[in-house]
């Protein structure tokens, strides 16, 4: 008998584009889904990209039915303006699947490299192809798309470790 199929939904926050991925762990096979950039247009007023990002996020959440999400936590740069502005997107990213009563994992960016290329502090090409290696039939055309794969990926690797974490509490 075939494992139940898990549906995860990855999310690379960001202001001007923010990377999504689904993919679907079945026992110990990972194989996927889809993917995409929400990308709202730069000149609008903060609020109102804001909201895109959710409205975009709360559309495709609805659309693909994950079981679960997962989203990669802020690092702090050298720009604290910047840094607010990506924590605000990256709060649209845990509303969104929160409201829809979906529970959400949070993978700091160097978990996530070491992860699915072995390496934390991996760089941005090195995350693409161990991305298609693993999801072979992965159709992404950007880094933002693929961080969020690479984000989904984390999170199913990451199940069973949170799973005896919560059944431990």
């Not at 693993?134 to 794969?149: I, K, N, Q």
């Amino acid at each position: 008998m075939e494992p139940q199929a898990i549906r995860i939904f990855g999310i690379d926050p960001g202001l001007r584009h923010m990377g999504w991925g689904v993919v679907e762990l079945a026992g110990t096979r990972l194989s996927y889904v889809a993917s995409g950039v929400i990308s709202p247009p730069a000149e609008d007023a903060l609020p109102v990209r804001l909201a895109a990002l959710y409205d975009g996020l709360e559309a495709l959440l609805r659309e693909h039915t994950p079981d679960e999400a997962a989203v990669e936590e802020t690092f702090v740069n050298k720009d604290p303006a910047s840094t607010l502005k990506l924590g605000q997107a990256r709060g649209m990213a845990l509303l969104a699947p929160a409201r829809l009563g979906i529970s959400v994992g949070e993978y700091a960016a160097n978990q996530v490299k070491k992860t699915v290329v072995g390496v934390g502090h991996a760089d941005k090409k090195q995350v693409q192809a161990m991305v298609k290696v693993l999801l072979p039939r992965a159709d992404f055309s950007s880094a933002d798309e693929a961080d969020a794969l690479a984000i989904a990926i984390c999170h199913a690797h990451q199940r069973p470790a949170r799973q005896l974490k919560v059944a431990t509490q």
